[in-house]
């Protein structure tokens, strides 16, 4: 299938194919958009926000939106079948057997449901495992995912994913790297009159600091803490929230609850968050689980000061030094610790400007287009393992 001019048929696999979805959804359409002109790239999902010149999308079918573990099954099967040749590289993105390129964006099930277990509560645990079919089927899927098999790579986004993987599943270490996300950096810093025009654009007031939060799970990034910091803020400092979430109620009644409704703006899912990155003063990422944080990255590439938990909780923070290129949060719960941290750099107009250079030079070094080779070459490896089988 491979064309003279080196030309592979690449099937990618995402439920959900969406900018608006999260970090990991656009993480594969930068790459898929980065590499579509020197492949033939054909995008399997359920759900499709996205068009690009040069790809094929095929919608595949939904009959199981719930449970979602009986739609995950459905999805790998249906995948399965209409990839199983054809392809000289199968990329997935979700937790399916079939992928010659499996990309990891979180921790595998079998290390959040057993790390650190012994006794009586890992008893307790595998009870509860195996009279749970939900449980089962994530671990099926993820053991036969991580099989060693030739030709398959299995891709982690940060190094600290990657050491969790090979604790977790040690027999696949010998078919797994790290390639991060990436950027692409804006053409120009961002001018007092484009965070003006972003924040009239966002419905944001033009005359006071302003803090972002960026992601789709409230909870686990950490949003609880960047509200409960905002009580010890100035009063002229107010807090924009980009995602979408389930969960939006309970936080919409926290800020209220703590007097707080006029100064925090839930602005809801952007397929593009540039305008939000511009409108900010700097990004809180108090998360308490990221193996990467692209959010952080894109962040950075706008030359926004971040402040972001430690590499305990956060990938990204393996390659950011406090004070240096970011603000680190031993414990992201801690929200005077934060408020204090986001007072500095508003205060600190040399400290403000050092991060935001510092940022735009770290973002430097992470662009799409080195990322993207790197995906290539290992796309050239799948398919000369294949070509020896035939």
């Not at 809180?284 to 692209?294: G, S």
């Not at 935001?356 to 070094?365: I, Q």
Request: hydrophobic share 45%; with cysteine; net charge positive.
């Amino acid at each position: 299938m491979t064309t003279r001019d080196g030309r592979l048929r690449i099937a990618v696999l995402n439920r959900t194919f969406a900018p608006a979805a999260g970090g990991a959804e656009r993480y594969s359409i930068a790459l898929v958009e980065h590499l579509a002109a020197r492949h033939e790239i054909h995008v399997f999902a359920q759900l499709i926000d996205h068009q690009w010149p040069g790809v094929t999308y095929h919608r595949v079918s939904m009959p199981f939106r719930r449970p979602r573990w009986i739609n995950q099954i459905w999805f790998a099967i249906a995948t399965w079948w209409v990839t199983r040749a054809g392809f000289d590289v199968v990329h997935s993105h979700e937790n399916s057997w079939h992928g010659d390129v499996q990309t990891v964006h979180v921790l595998p099930v079998k290390h959040t449901l057993f790390s650190g277990l012994t006794g009586g509560a890992l008893a307790a645990r595998m009870l509860k495992v195996w009279t749970s079919p939900r449980l089962l089927a994530y671990l099926w899927l993820e053991r036969f995912r991580y099989a060693v098999r030739k030709g398959r790579f299995v891709v982690v986004i940060s190094e600290t994913l990657r050491m969790f993987f090979a604790a977790t599943y040690p027999a696949a270490q010998g078919m797994t790297c790290v390639i991060t996300p990436g950027i692409t950096l804006p053409q120009s810093p961002v001018t007092s009159t484009l965070r003006l025009h972003a924040r009239h654009q966002l419905g944001l007031p033009p005359d006071k600091a302003c803090l972002l939060f960026v992601g789709n799970d409230f909870r686990k990034k950490g949003l609880q803490t960047a509200i409960e910091a905002m009580v010890q803020m100035e009063s002229n400092t107010v807090l924009a929230i980009v995602g979408h979430s389930g969960q939006l109620p309970y936080f919409r009644q926290q800020a209220a609850t703590l007097g707080l409704k006029d100064r925090v703006f839930f602005l809801g899912a952007m397929a593009d968050v540039t305008p939000a990155y511009q409108s900010a003063d700097c990004l809180a990422h108090p998360t308490l689980e990221d193996t990467f944080a692209m959010v952080v990255l894109e962040a950075m590439s706008h030359g926004l000061p971040v402040i972001v938990s430690s590499v305990a909780y956060c990938g990204i923070s393996g390659w950011l030094s406090d004070g240096v290129d970011a603000l680190i949060l031993d414990d992201p719960r801690d929200a005077s610790v934060l408020a204090c941290a986001v007072d500095k750099i508003l205060a600190d107009g040399v400290l403000r400007v050092s991060l935001a250079e510092a940022a735009r030079t770290f973002a430097a070094g992470f662009e799409w287009g080195a990322i993207a080779a790197a995906h290539e070459k290992i796309y050239k490896e799948v398919a000369a393992a294949h070509s020896t089988n035939y």
